[in-house]
């Protein structure tokens, strides 16, 4: 009868164990709660290599940020003259923090200089331009805000 | 007179034995192979079937109470690194080595005065411990989609691993009533003690491969008795 007992068991731990996969989860350090909802662009602030700095703030509804849960995010320019579904990654590792949004060959990179939920999210990014010979670095500082 | 009528009854009885062993008898060891189909179950998020062949040798306690020494050499795949989120893919040139003791219901049931016991008494179950040596011929770790996402491990390791089998063995008799070759039809889940049968050390589960196994094994000696007769008159 022990033997009985035995066969049983085994074809139950056989059927209970089943062939389960792990959910496919974004790591918790490219995650950011804080992130979520639609961000308005609000204002670009540009500051060249020289110092000289300039604004713009003539921005509509079509300039924003959508993040969801799952990491999936919408990124709507009006400078792009498009929007994009993709993904989005908040890393918290690196430090500063960074901000990633990639929609097929759109990949943009940001440094999170603050962010608010219930304020604003300030991301600033740095471009440098080698196509004249001499190297040219602009920044950028972009202030999203999640009112209209 | 008596002396003669005795030595012909001794005869007479000895053959009488002798015919009564036919269909007892069977050979505890075999050696066999076999083909496999392996699913493995990882942090990767598709699966893939990929062959693999087995070596075994089997020492029989008794026709239906087995013990199994195994090597298995094949490969275990998964993944898609452009059609899923994480871009986890991965090729698991892998060997492994196992034992297994295999319990087959003709050990308990008395199959000997019915046909549907009869056909039951090849149904088995089985379980052991194992090892695998993992080895990833090719591996992709970073998401095409989400920015840095990036999922690390081993592209070589050894794990322990736990195999769970059910099948059924067809046994073949030769002239002399004996199960000389066996066909073993099986399903075998391997729960891996550990993450990195992908190469991917991820989430909370364990990784798991199982098989769709057909093998054949050959009678290769130790001819011993069983208590009861092994096919059925």
Known sequence: MKKVYGLLFMVVILFAAGCKQDPPVVPAYLQNAKLLGKWYLKEMLITQEDGSTSSLTDFTDKDYF?????????YSSTIYGSTYEGYYSANSQNSPNTLSFKSGSLLLRYDIYSLDPLGNLVLDETIVDSNSGFPATTYYRYTYNKTL | MIRKLLLTFGICLTVLLAKAQLGYNYAQYDLGFSAALNYAYTDAETVKGTPAVHLHFTYNQTPFLNHIAEVQVGRLAGGDSLLTLSGRQFKNSYTAVSFRTQIQAGEFLDYERSVIFNALKNVYASGGIGVIYNNMSEINRQSL????????????????FVPLKVGYEFKIFNSYDEPSVKVDLGYQYNLVLGDQIDGIKAGTRKDAYTQFVLGVKFAIGGFTSYRKQISRQ
């Open chain 2, 145 to 160: 989609y989400i920015p840095d996402f990036y999922s690390g491990g081993r592209n070589n390791s050894t794990e322990f």
């Open chain 1, 66 to 74: 959508d993040f969801k849960t799952g990491n999936a995010a919408t």
